[in-house]
């Protein structure tokens, strides 16, 4: 029990550390020198994901996907073809592509370019929606 506290109180110490802004113009980390990004409290890290070959991708709610290779972080936008930059989900697939679930539906990428998947049509606007999930969004894909 002692060590469960113990871990407990290192993971929070921790989690306060990193959501502090980053004021400097890079940032060491691990030994890597990244760009800091001033991060505000809407900024969250949804889903974390070990692929097959070793890399961590995190999932963002404003700034897509960042793959981490072990020495260099990689971020994934709108810009680069992403199809959205609040992205809940993440899986690999079989055949090594990855599949995001994002605001704007749903995104496949093979390891050079994305692919949004096209989703059955759902009205945007019902009375249903507005009368019980007015903050609901129908392209959503968590």
């Known amino acids: 029990m002692r060590y469960l506290s113990l871990i407990l109180f290192a993971l929070l110490s921790l989690s ?3 959501q502090k802004p980053l004021n400097q113009a890079r940032v060491e980390l691990g030994g890597v020198d990244i760009d800091a990004y001033a991060y505000d409290s809407g900024d969250v890290v949804y889903d974390a994901y070990l692929d097959k070959d070793g890399n961590i991708w995190f999932t963002t709610s404003q700034e897509g996907v960042y793959k981490y ?10 810009e680069d073809g992403l199809c959205g930059n609040e992205v809940s989900s993440i899986i690999e697939g079989a055949d090594g592509a990855f599949w995001f679930g994002t605001d704007k539906g749903l995104c496949q990428f093979d390891g050079k370019e994305f692919t949004a998947i096209p989703l059955p049509y759902y009205p945007k606007e019902s009375e249903w929606l507005d009368k019980y999930y007015p903050m609901i969004n129908p392209e959503a894909v968590t």
Not at 69 to 78: L, P, S
């Open 16 to 18: 306060c550390d990193l």
């Open 69 to 78: 290779d072990g020495q260099v972080f990689t971020n994934y936008r709108m």
